[in-house]
């Protein structure tokens, strides 16, 4: 024996306490290999502690229970590591019959193991004594073999599944699993030779806390470097665009400044988290590229992307991982929207123009939102207000005249600039009675206005629409009417 029961008790000791403090640090994360490694902690701080009790004991009862709660906890641990391994490797665990089967063999063994040597407590146990120091060995027996093949099945099955699934991933994420397996496998190697030392005190305990430590730094430290440096290499972490790349699993590998502001992610993100709380992300999975739109509203300021969405593959097809990439196209998305406001929209009176009265004679043709209540206005002699008083007094005649139909008018009525001279009104509502009263409410209004001591009249005449395509022909009747209106005749309006 190369040291006592009590320097091994404290060795053991804070070993557990490691394995403990990393324990409360994995509750923090929320993920499923993080609950799954929170379970590991606990089960190996359980069988640390048990090992504990049965090291600094020399009470019979004390050493057994300390010896069956590690025995038991053991199985927990390598459970533990099997689900912690499908989740790694992106297995969707499911409540199958196999399942099922693993979850009632693990819970029988438990039963079967603490029952057996705590009914049978002369006949379980062996004590013997080694330089004063008193041990305990457990009887062979039917369930201490069945214990130890339910353990090493556990154990095969997750080192197995990591092989195998690393030769199933493009390159670049093979050793991220190979690791874990050759460090499993190491794990075998030095737990056969340390159970093989004959020694009282069983040193192959101290293997466990270091597999939990390791899992929890492989899992917290490790980052897929090969997609990650290329991506770092091409993607400054400041760069304006923001851009994020997710691996194979759909867990977020790099993440840079400006999306971390944005959308409020982070490396301990997933894709599916992303995807759903940006539903504008409509991604085809047939396509390997594509391009989409965003508007985006952050910080009271509204910005617009263009999304480029890439599938990562290797040369044989298989996924590295998915990368977004947002350009900024703010400035001329605005400019562009601008331009198509001014080719909508007159500069001078702030009403539609002849080219967004066209798109709207289209989509009433589409819709056939008929009939339509329409009325056309213009200044008489804006011509000779222009000559004798100014441009800027006929400009203001003009303006006049279209804010008087805009205030009149509903929220879903147009008013349009069809020329220099005439202001269209079309109500959209087709009650007719309704539309009578917004031009009764005109004619009245349109009286008594001046600008700068200048007596200003206007004339108008209504039509109604019930053909699109006869739309122009009413227009020009109307037209027509209005120019046989005599000045003075027409409804007259004073700007202030």
Same mark, same amino acid.
């Given at each position: 024996?190369?040291?006592?029961?009590?320097?091994?008790?404290?060795?053991?000791?804070?070993?557990?306490?490691?394995v403990?403090?990393?324990?409360?640090r994995?509750?923090?994360?929320?993920?499923?290999?993080?609950?799954?490694?929170?379970?590991?902690?606990?089960?190996?701080?359980?069988?640390?502690?048990?090992?504990?009790?049965?090291?600094?004991?020399?009470?019979?009862?004390?050493?057994?229970?300390g010896?069956?709660?590690?025995?038991v906890?053991?199985?927990?641990?390598?459970?533990?590591?099997?689900?912690?391994?499908?989740?790694?490797?992106?297995?969707?665990?499911?409540?199958?019959?196999?399942?099922?089967?693993?979850?009632?063999?693990?819970?029988?063994?438990?039963?079967?193991f603490?029952?057996?040597?705590?009914?049978?407590?002369?006949?379980?146990?062996?004590?013997?004594?080694?330089?004063?120091e008193?041990?305990?060995?457990c009887?062979?027996?039917?369930?201490?073999?069945?214990?130890?093949?339910?353990?090493?099945?556990f154990?095969?099955?997750?080192?197995?599944?990591l092989?195998?699934?690393?030769?199933?991933?493009?390159?670049?994420?093979?050793?991220?699993?190979?690791?874990?397996?050759?460090?499993?496998?190491?794990?075998?190697?030095?737990?056969?030779?340390?159970?093989?030392?004959?020694s009282?005190?069983?040193?192959?305990?101290?293997?466990?806390?270091?597999?939990?430590?390791?899992?929890?730094?492989?899992?917290?430290?490790?980052?897929?470097?090969?997609v990650?440096s290329?991506?770092?290499?091409?993607?400054?972490?400041?760069?304006?665009?923001?851009?994020?790349?997710?691996?194979?699993?759909g867990?977020?590998?790099?993440?840079?400044?400006?999306?971390?502001?944005?959308f409020?992610?982070d490396?301990?993100?997933?894709?599916?988290?992303?995807?759903?709380? *940006? @539903? +504008?992300?409509?991604?085809?999975?047939?396509?390997d590229?594509?391009? =989409?739109?965003?508007? %985006?509203? $952050?910080? &009271?300021?509204?910005?617009?992307f263009?999304?480029?969405?890439?599938?990562?593959?290797?040369?044989?097809?298989?996924?590295i991982?998915?990368?977004?990439?947002?350009?900024?196209?703010?400035?001329?998305?605005?400019?562009?929207?601008?331009?198509?406001?001014?080719?909508?929209?007159?500069?001078?009176?702030?009403?539609?123009?002849?080219?967004?009265? *066209? @798109? +709207?004679?289209?989509?009433?043709?589409?819709?056939?939102?008929?009939? =339509?209540?329409?009325? %056309?206005? $213009?200044? &008489?002699?804006?011509?000779?207000?222009?000559?004798?008083?100014?441009?800027?007094?006929?400009d203001?005649?003009?303006?006049?005249?279209a804010?008087?139909?805009?205030?009149?008018?509903?929220a879903?009525?147009?008013?349009?600039?069809?020329?220099?001279?005439?202001?269209?009104?079309?109500?959209?509502?087709?009650?007719?009675?309704?539309?009578?009263?917004?031009?009764?409410?005109?004619?009245?209004?349109?009286?008594?206005?001046?600008?700068?001591?200048?007596? %200003?009249?206007?004339r108008?005449?209504?039509?109604?629409?019930?053909?699109?395509?006869?739309?122009?022909?009413?227009?020009?009747?109307?037209?027509?009417?209005t120019?046989?209106?005599?000045?003075?005749?027409?409804?007259?309006f004073?700007?202030?």
């Amino acid at each position: 024996m190369l040291v006592g029961k009590e320097v091994c008790a404290g060795i053991y000791l804070t070993l557990a306490t490691v394995v403990a403090m990393l324990f409360f640090r994995s509750l923090g994360r929320d993920t499923k290999q993080a609950k799954a490694v929170s379970a590991i902690f606990a089960s190996v701080s359980v069988a640390m502690i048990g090992y504990v009790l049965y090291l600094a004991s020399d009470d019979f009862y004390l050493m057994r229970i300390g010896l069956i709660a590690t025995y038991v906890s053991i199985i927990w641990v390598l459970s533990f590591l099997n689900i912690f391994v499908l989740y790694y490797t992106g297995q969707k665990m499911v409540k199958t019959r196999s399942m099922v089967g693993v979850s009632v063999m693990l819970v029988l063994d438990s039963v079967l193991f603490v029952s057996h040597y705590m009914v049978n407590i002369k006949n379980a146990f062996i004590e013997y004594e080694v330089s004063g120091e008193h041990f305990l060995l457990c009887e062979k027996s039917y369930a201490l073999y069945i214990h130890f093949i339910v353990c090493v099945v556990f154990l095969l099955a997750a080192i197995a599944n990591l092989y195998i699934y690393s030769f199933k991933v493009a390159k670049v994420y093979r050793w991220k699993y190979l690791t874990i397996a050759i460090w499993l496998t190491i794990f075998v190697i030095v737990d056969t030779i340390l159970r093989m030392y004959n020694s009282p005190i069983d040193y192959a305990m101290l293997a466990y806390p270091v597999l939990a430590c390791f899992v929890y730094f492989y899992l917290y430290r490790y980052r897929s470097g090969g997609v990650q440096s290329a991506a770092q290499a091409l993607f400054v972490e400041e760069m304006n665009a923001p851009m994020m790349l997710f691996n194979h699993l759909g867990e977020a590998v790099f993440v840079n400044r400006r999306a971390r502001e944005l959308f409020n992610i982070d490396t301990e993100s997933l894709e599916s988290e992303f995807l759903k709380n *940006n @539903k +504008y992300l409509t991604i085809n999975p047939m396509l390997d590229d594509q391009e =989409l739109e965003a508007t %985006i509203n $952050s910080d &009271n300021s509204i910005y617009y992307f263009k999304v480029h969405y890439n599938l990562l593959k290797d040369k044989k097809g298989r996924k590295i991982g998915t990368m977004y990439l947002y350009e900024d196209v703010t400035e001329s998305k605005k400019a562009m929207i601008l331009a198509e406001f001014n080719a909508d929209h007159d500069f001078l009176t702030g009403t539609y123009t002849r080219n967004y009265f *066209n @798109k +709207y004679k289209e989509e009433v043709r589409t819709s056939g939102k008929l009939p =339509l209540h329409c009325a %056309i206005y $213009s200044v &008489n002699d804006l011509s000779g207000i222009n000559e004798s008083y100014g441009v800027d007094i006929g400009d203001k005649a003009l303006s006049r005249l279209a804010w008087l139909l805009q205030q009149y008018s509903g929220a879903m009525d147009l008013v349009v600039r069809t020329s220099g001279n005439e202001i269209l009104l079309i109500i959209t509502d087709s009650n007719e009675k309704k539309a009578q009263d917004v031009f009764a409410r005109i004619d009245r209004r349109i009286a008594g206005y001046e600008v700068e001591d200048v007596p %200003i009249t206007a004339r108008g005449s209504q039509f109604t629409v019930t053909d699109i395509d006869d739309f122009e022909r009413d227009l020009k009747k109307a037209k027509n009417n209005t120019e046989r209106l005599k000045e003075g005749k027409g409804r007259m309006f004073r700007l202030l």
